[in-house]
């Protein structure tokens, strides 16, 4: 049924519960695994005479060092999950890919990329009024995407 599954992690206890569900179900269908992590871009308000705007960290003064440890702490997570994942299941096929950008597109977009079956996220469970504000990934890799998606609370 699953030829290609797409697990997003990002280092934090639900991507931790997710990644053992597509785990199981990469074992199961003999399906590769793609471990995905999306390192999001940091955005600074910006006010000027022009009005109200947003401009990347990394074009304000010292804050792109910022980004690179944002970067380098992504980079561990995904590593450090790879490592986990070749140790305790050795004969699964498994490919990582670190991108970066707005979690929820970029998921969605390698997800077409890659012609995946599935894609597995967790979720924070912030829900209500919070949620609304905050926004949650995974609700928006629902909204946006047409493939499956299997959300691990």
Known sequence: MFKRILVAIDGSEPSKRALGYATELA???NAELL???VVPRVMLPVFSDEGFGATPLTSA???GDYQERL???YE???RGAEEEVRAKHP???LKTRLEEGRPSTTI???AEEEDVDLIVIGSRGIGGITGWILGSTSRKVVDLC????LVVK
């Open 76 to 78: 561990d997570a995904l």
């Open 61 to 63: 003064a010292g804050f």
């Open 108 to 110: 969605v977009k390698v």
């Open 71 to 73: 970067r380098r702490l």
């Open 146 to 149: 047409k493939k499956p998606v």
């Open 91 to 93: 004969q699964l096929k």
């Open 35 to 37: 471990m995905l992590t």
């Open 27 to 29: 074992e199961k269908w």
